[in-house]
């Protein structure tokens, strides 16, 4: 059997770091393709597995491979509490840009708009993947496949199509974008097809994205109440979609 040690530090910089036992659930339960997966006690993590998630711990089985508390923490810097980490093979860009531009669409397409926080962006992925969206859109610079965005998710960039694209680069559909001067979300029914766009967590949409909006929506608020987290604001626009739109049950 190949030193697994040896093939993470050969695998590293092109893949995408699993941090954690819910990355690497989440990651296998999608399909993700995991070259080497390590733990400092094999033994627990296949418990949990079997207590959490029954449906992978065949997987798991397989694929885990114990090596000693120095070689992980050398591995992974700052390891997760449940002491498993993984690399996979990130889905392709064509393969993301295909399912991000497939119509009709059944689920909208989550728009990140310039988004600043690694944290808040991988919520988002999550939220996006518990409410079978389309797929999760960036534009800025930051990297949605950042190991902290990833981490932030629990490996769910698996379950959804996790692109970075330029505002011209947009899939095609109505652009729906949360602003403060916006109609109330409240009257409006969110088709299947849109783009939810969000702005920054600081400066809000750019004027580029908001000139592209097809409608402009606002989330009810409490006044003087400065505003909501991303997440939140994502989180409240998909239940608001999947409560007057046709999201699956």
Not at 90 to 107: G, I, Y
């Amino acid at each position: 059997m190949n030193d697994p040690v040896r093939v993470w530090r050969q695998l590293f910089d092109d893949s995408v770091l699993l941090d954690g036992f819910h990355a690497l659930k989440h990651a296998v339960r999608f399909g993700a393709r995991v070259p080497v997966a390590v733990t400092t006690d094999r033994r627990a993590v296949l418990e949990l597995a079997g207590e959490l998630a029954p449906d992978v711990r065949a997987a798991l089985d397989g694929l885990l491979t114990e090596v000693p508390q120095t070689a992980f923490t050398a591995l992974v810097p700052r390891p997760h509490p449940t002491s498993v980490a993984a690399l996979a093979v990130r889905p392709s860009r064509a393969a993301n840009l295909e399912a991000l531009a497939r119509v009709p669409r059944t689920a909208p397409v989550i728009v990140l708009d310039n988004p600043r926080n690694l944290g808040n962006a991988g919520a988002v992925i999550r939220l996006a993947a518990g409410f079978g969206a389309t797929g999760v859109v960036t534009t800025g610079t930051l990297d949605p496949w950042h190991p902290t965005v990833v981490r932030g998710g629990a490996g769910l960039h698996f379950a959804t199509a996790v692109e970075r694209l330029t505002a011209d680069e947009l899939p095609a559909g109505p652009v729906f974008a949360l602003d403060p001067e916006g109609e109330d979300i409240r009257g409006t029914k969110l088709p299947d097809d849109a783009l939810l766009a969000f702005g920054s967590e600081r400066s809000g949409l750019s004027a580029e994205l908001r000139s592209r909006a097809d409608h402009l929506v606002s989330l009810p608020m409490r006044p003087q109440v400065s505003s909501y987290n991303l997440a939140t604001s994502v989180a409240m626009t998909l239940f608001h979609w999947s409560a007057t739109g046709d999201a699956p049950a």
